[in-house]
């Protein structure tokens, strides 16, 4: 794998554990991926659903209590192995398989298609935490045609200042 430089700064950004923690305690940020998730089962329940940058797992573990019959927790950083024991602790490791690889070296077996995308990869600013890109990536690979994608747009407000 060619390695450039941001690879070699983003992703190890993201083996701190405050980093997450401070995510985490977000509430609005956190309650408005879960309410997305949990108020919208039809999306997940009895699907295949890939989490890009799982970072803890807390996207996956939403998308399996809403009903999800398979969820691929990808995640680049180290952090893998620490979102493997949380879905352990919550008793979801025999529906989220953890993956720790860059979405982009990801194989499924069988060549499996996912029925919906999640993705926590806004950061302050919109476009900060850089993971658009692999985003993107993940859907044009693994997105079945009529899949969906959580969240599917944003938007950017600008206004001139003096």
């Not at 700064?9 to 408005?32: G, V």
């Not at 999640?118 to 476009?127: A, C, D, I, K, N």
Request: charged share 30%; with cysteine.
């Amino acid at each position: 794998m060619d390695l450039d430089i941001s690879y070699i700064e983003y992703f190890p950004s993201y083996e701190d554990l405050e980093t997450h923690r401070l995510m985490l305690e977000d509430h609005p940020r956190t309650d408005a991926y879960r309410k997305a998730i949990l108020e919208n089962k039809a999306y997940f329940k009895d699907k295949i659903v890939m989490d890009v940058g799982c970072g803890t797992g807390i996207l996956s573990i939403f998308c399996a209590q809403a009903g999800a019959k398979k969820v691929y927790a990808v995640e680049s950083s180290k952090l893998a192995k620490i979102a493997k024991e949380v879905i352990e602790e919550n008793n979801f490791e025999k529906i989220i398989k953890v993956l720790y690889s860059k979405v982009e070296d990801v194989a499924l077996p069988r060549d499996i298609k996912v029925d919906a995308i999640v993705s926590e990869w806004m950061g302050f600013h919109l476009l900060h935490e850089g993971m658009l890109d692999s985003v993107l990536i993940a859907r044009d690979k693994f997105l079945k045609p009529d899949g969906e994608m959580f969240p599917e747009s944003a938007v950017i407000y600008v206004a001139p200042c003096r």
